[in-house]
């Protein structure tokens, strides 16, 4: 069967906000997914965001209302606990510390359907935290958004050598936290590792411009394609990016660019001695 395609749902007051949101969601995650790849722990923001949503749900459950204060300040003190929960168990079992992101993140998944169990809309909530709902983004969230990002870049930018292993969990739980009730977790990921992944070949000063050209891009045709053809906006979202990530990782010669051999390095890997 062949979708219908309704060009008038191509509306800047309802897409145009939703853009605004991934460009937020794009601009802390995709320097934050370059360190996550290097660092390899590539499921820690589906961890993170998970928890945080588990903070959501327990607020839900005591009847907090949806989008307040209370229900924002669980959300962030759930990250914060498993922020340094991951904290202390690389600093204790580095070589197990993917395996132990994967446990937590199921841990907090089955939480949350216990906490949603006895919710007769339990699955419209958990739905929403998977997916998002980013094409009804209020303008509240848009600015309460932008400040946060704006300090999440900061302190990325402004302490890099100075954040540690503490400072870089933080930060990444504020930013997951924030970004998980806006656009959902698939793409919370998507936005994290998919820009990452795909400019991994290119030079070193050109990785963040192109990942940002490319989740951009990913954002506004993922988003103008779910709307003419009236399909989920944040599952379009995800495989369009998925797809331009093929694309500009095809695109990308790898790189000779001594700056792109010494990442490993750089990020305290031991040299390869020839």
């Known amino acids: 069967m062949i979708p219908s395609v309704n ?3 191509l509306d800047g007051s309802i897409l145009g906000p939703a853009f605004i949101a ?3 969601v794009l601009s802390t995650h995709v320097p934050l997914g370059r360190q996550v790849l290097k660092r390899g722990i590539v499921f820690i923001d589906l ?7 588990l903070g959501v749900m327990a607020a839900d459950t005591m009847g ?3 989008q307040g204060l209370g229900v924002q300040i669980a959300a962030i003190a759930a990250a914060m606990v498993g922020a340094m929960v991951l904290t202390w168990t690389e600093k ?7 395996a132990l992101i994967g446990a937590l993140f199921v841990l907090a998944s089955c939480l949350g359907i216990l906490l949603l169990a006895g919710n007769p809309h ?3 909530h958990l739905k929403d935290l998977l997916v998002g709902q980013i094409l009804w983004v209020s303008p509240s969230q848009l600015w309460a958004m932008a400040g946060l990002s704006a300090v999440v870049l900061a302190l990325w930018f402004g302490l890099t050598d100075r954040l540690g292993r503490a400072g870089f969990y933080v930060l990444f739980a504020l930013a997951v936290t924030a970004s998980v009730q806006l656009v959902g977790v ?10 990452a992944l795909a400019v991994r070949h290119a030079p070193l000063r050109r990785q963040l411009p192109l990942a940002y050209a490319m989740g951009a891009l990913a954002y506004g045709l993922g988003l103008a394609l779910s709307a003419v053809l009236d399909w989920p906006s944040g599952a379009v979202v995800v495989l369009v990016m998925s797809l331009m990530g093929v694309v500009f990782s095809i695109a ?3 790189s000779a660019d001594p700056d792109v051999e010494n990442q490993g390095q750089k990020a305290g890997e031991t040299p390869t001695r020839t």
């Open 22 to 24: 991934g460009i937020l």
């Open 47 to 53: 961890a993170i965001a998970q928890i945080a949503g």
């Open 64 to 66: 907090w209302e949806p």
């Open 186 to 195: 698939y793409l919370v990921f998507s936005s994290l590792i998919m820009p």
């Open 252 to 254: 990308i010669p790898k």
């Open 92 to 98: 204790r079992w580095p070589d197990i510390q993917e």
């Open 7 to 9: 060009w008038s749902a």
């Open 122 to 124: 339990g699955g419209e």
